[in-house]
Nanobody, 125 residues
């Protein structure tokens, strides 16, 4: 079972990036999928999540209106579209799967059993 995150990079303030998280080894189509991030010297924090069907999403206040989480279950892939990026968005971004839930989103990292390796997002000022 593997989650592979990609799409990170270096972007200027106000720019956009689209992160992808591809799952292999099993289907995650009936699981909540989340995104977390960890900046240097800080704890890992919840960013966004999407329910199994993609009909419901939840975001941390700091990214509401700028980030959009979506999924394509046919491709076993979830996405995080990040617009209007700010320097404070700089972090390693991780995707994760909550195998115990399909429709109820939790922000607690301990609830997510499967994790990707992380992709670096750097926003320059």
């Amino acid at each position: 079972v593997q989650l592979q995150a990609s799409g990170g990079g270096l972007v200027q303030t106000g720019g956009s990036l689209r992160l992808s998280c591809a799952a292999s080894g099993r289907s995650f189509s009936n699981h909540v999928m989340g995104w977390f991030r960890q900046a240097p010297g800080k704890e890992r924090e919840f960013v966004a999540a999407v329910n199994w069907s993609g009909s419901y999403t939840y975001y941390v206040d700091s990214v509401k209106g700028r980030f959009t989480s979506s999924r394509d279950n046919a491709k076993n892939t979830v996405y995080l579209q990040m617009n209007s990026l700010k320097p404070e968005d700089t972090a390693v971004y991780y995707c994760a799967a909550d195998a115990g839930r399909w429709d109820v989103i939790t922000t607690a990292s301990r609830a997510y059993e499967y994790w990707g390796q992380g992709t670096q997002v750097t926003v320059s000022s």
